[in-house]
């Protein structure tokens, strides 16, 4: 049972324009998000996170979304740079579970010149 | 930031085989480690949740006896596969939370590690 979803397998973007990237959550307890962002062969590394008693966070430029009623979180970059091409996966926890993460599939970002 | 070493990064084995997979985190203390493994254009699966000094918690459907996880310190995680076949072929990636961070659920991860069954 997939409780983190990203529904977009791919999305391509023209360098400097805003990447928006989306994730749906089944699991009204998780109380945590993060966002990852991964190249082949690689492991993933941290990007950005946000707590559920909060609807945005931003750094650099990266800004995280949050809609809780609607079980949403984006994760918007711009301006996007081909540097930016990757894969990106959200994920979600909750505070019983000790840490636990549950991801999504992930995005594969192409920000094109 | 904390940082999460795995070693080695690439390994082939024959079938019928074991190999071990280590996960370190090198400048802080982890009382809680994470293995996932990961398919082509798959997602990050969790196998197990290895906690130091007692038994690894271990996912629906993973078999605990051919996926051994000791975790033996604070600082070092390993992961076994015994018995390995070609079906084992896979991208493994641990993890690790920084206790530092409190509340913070963020896990640092190691760079993987390419196990290739042959």
């Known amino acids: 049972d997939q409780q983190v979803k990203q529904n977009s397998p791919s999305l391509s973007v023209q360098e400097g324009r805003i990447s928006i990237l989306n994730c749906d959550y089944t699991n009204s307890m998780f109380d945590y998000f993060l966002w990852y962002k991964k190249y082949p062969a690689e492991g993933p590394t941290f990007l950005i996170s946000?707590?559920?008693?909060?609807d945005k966070n931003e750094d650099g430029r990266f800004t995280v979304f949050l809609n809780k009623s609607a079980k949403h979180l984006s994760l918007h970059i711009v301006p996007s740079q081909p540097g930016d091409s990757a894969v990106y996966f959200c994920a979600a926890s909750r505070g019983s579970t000790l840490g636990r993460l549950y991801f999504g599939r992930g995005t594969q970002l192409t920000v094109w010149p | 930031g904390a940082v999460v070493s795995q070693h080695p990064s690439w390994v082939i084995c024959k079938s019928g085989t074991s190999v071990k997979i280590e996960c370190r985190s090198l400048d802080f203390q982890a009382t809680t480690m994470f293995w996932y493994r990961q398919f082509p254009k798959q997602s990050l699966m969790l196998m197990a949740t290895s906690n130091e000094g007692s038994k690894a918690t271990y996912e629906q459907g993973v078999e605990k006896d051919k996926f051994l996880i000791n975790h033996a310190s604070l600082t070092l995680s390993t992961l076994t596969v015994t018995s390995a076949h070609p079906e084992d072929s896979s991208f493994y990636i641990c993890?690790?939370?920084?206790?530092?961070?409190?509340?913070?659920?963020?896990?640092?991860f190691g760079p993987g590690t390419r196990l290739t069954v042959t």
């Open positions: 993890s690790a939370r920084d206790p530092r961070q409190g509340d913070n659920y963020e896990q640092y």
């Open positions: 946000i707590s559920s008693i909060k």
